[in-house]
């Protein structure tokens, strides 16, 4: 299947910083990234929908100015916690999928755990 | 708001048994069903899907169920191998490209 790559697959940042993670489809062009947020032993949670060259789509109850999300070309897709609380703790993932494909075709990053101190 | 669960959070099942996995849902616009796989530090890789104009959808060991009226779907997975040790995510869709997942239940097949 085709390859989406997320980084960094974890960091620890200090409350009050931003911290960006970046999601790259390697092997396809992914006109459509979605951002999800998970908490333990919770479900993935979609956050935002982001098509390339075009704002994301925030769900209710996602801070836009929070969470900037950012996809500006066909294979890059990031998300920027700004000013970062430890209630942002998380682990978020990526997921892409390319022009025409059917929603099996969603392939999804490994995952970025963040823990905010 | 869970719109999708997963009640079971682990399975463990001997090797060659079957694995029954199930997923309940709330949401009657849901029109799409999907089983997703996850291996430790590797993202979710789709597995097997169902469409809500059908009952059974069948892929090799593979087979998911999916019980309308009650809106309950289940994956079973015959006979289960240690390969087949994961996480397990049922997610939904409303005819759109938005997934709803539930919480993931981890199965261990037992050699």
């Known amino acids: 299947g085709a390859v989406v790559s997320q980084h960094p697959s974890r960091v620890i940042c200090k409350s009050g910083t931003s911290v960006k993670i970046e999601c790259r489809s390697l092997?396809?062009?992914?006109?459509?990234m979605f951002w999800y947020r998970q908490f333990p032993k919770q479900s993935l949670m979609l956050m935002a929908t982001?098509?390339?060259?075009?704002?994301?789509?925030?769900e209710q109850g996602v801070e836009k100015d929070k969470f900037l999300i950012n996809h500006a070309s066909l294979t890059l897709s990031t998300l920027t916690v700004t000013s970062a609380h430890p209630e942002d703790s998380s682990f978020y993932i990526c997921?892409?999928?390319?022009?025409?494909?059917?929603?099996?075709?969603?392939?999804f990053g490994s995952g970025t755990q963040l823990s905010v101190l | 708001d869970q719109q999708v669960k997963q009640n079971s959070p682990s399975l463990s099942v001997q090797e060659g048994r079957i694995s029954i996995l199930n997923c309940d849902y709330t949401?009657?616009?849901?029109?799409?069903f999907l089983w997703y796989k996850k291996y430790p530090a590797e993202g979710p890789t789709f597995l097997i899907s169902?469409?809500?104009?059908?009952d059974k959808n069948e892929d090799g060991r593979f087979t998911v169920f999916l019980n309308k009226s009650a809106k309950h779907l289940s994956l079973h997975i015959v006979p289960s191998q240690p390969g087949d040790s994961a996480v397990y995510f049922c997610?939904?869709?409303?005819?759109?490209?938005?997934?709803?997942f539930g919480a993931g239940t981890t199965v261990t097949v037992r050699a």
């Open positions: 949401n009657s616009m849901f029109d799409y």
């Open positions: 982001s098509n390339e060259g075009s704002k994301a789509t925030y």
């Open positions: 997921s892409a999928r390319g022009p025409g494909q059917g929603i099996e075709k969603l392939f």
């Open positions: 169902i469409s809500s104009i059908k």
């Open positions: 997610a939904a869709s409303a005819n759109d490209y938005k997934l709803s």
């Open positions: 092997d396809f062009q992914a006109t459509t």
